[in-house]
């Protein structure tokens, strides 16, 4: 079992910045790859990011590649999203997700665990 606490959240004009974290505890908590999902108010669930288990290996969605950075410190069984030049259409609660496949998963089926999940507002 893995457990995830987001942080980071907030309100912030655009084109300002946030970054996220996500502190995973458990056992092996460091040894999961990562994603970080978003879900806006009447739009489904998407995958924005996601990291290999080691950090090697990453994914992004096309509306954030360029602006959004997502990383993985397995000695703090942490992982970040650094979200830079944020739009308003970046509003949304973002949740980060933990699955015990090793490589970059962008499917959300394939997390069996997930945060809470933070808001993130952007104004125009």
């Known amino acids: 079992q893995v457990q995830l606490v987001e942080s980071g959240g907030g309100l912030v004009q655009a084109g300002g910045s946030l970054r996220l974290s996500c502190a995973a505890s458990?056992?092996?908590?460091?040894?999961?790859?990562m994603g970080w999902f978003r879900q806006a108010p009447g739009k489904e669930r998407e995958n924005v990011a996601a990291?290999?288990?080691?950090?090697?290996?990453?994914y992004y969605a096309n509306s954030v590649k360029g602006r959004f950075t997502i990383s993985k410190d397995n000695a703090k069984n942490t992982v970040y999203l650094q979200m830079n030049s944020l739009k308003p259409e970046d509003t949304a609660v973002y949740y980060c997700a933990a699955t015990e496949r090793l490589g970059v998963s962008r499917a959300s089926g394939e997390y069996p665990y997930w945060g809470q999940g933070t808001q993130v507002t952007v104004s125009s």
């Open positions: 990291i290999s288990w080691n950090g090697r290996s990453t």
């Open positions: 458990g056992r092996t908590a460091g040894a999961y790859a």
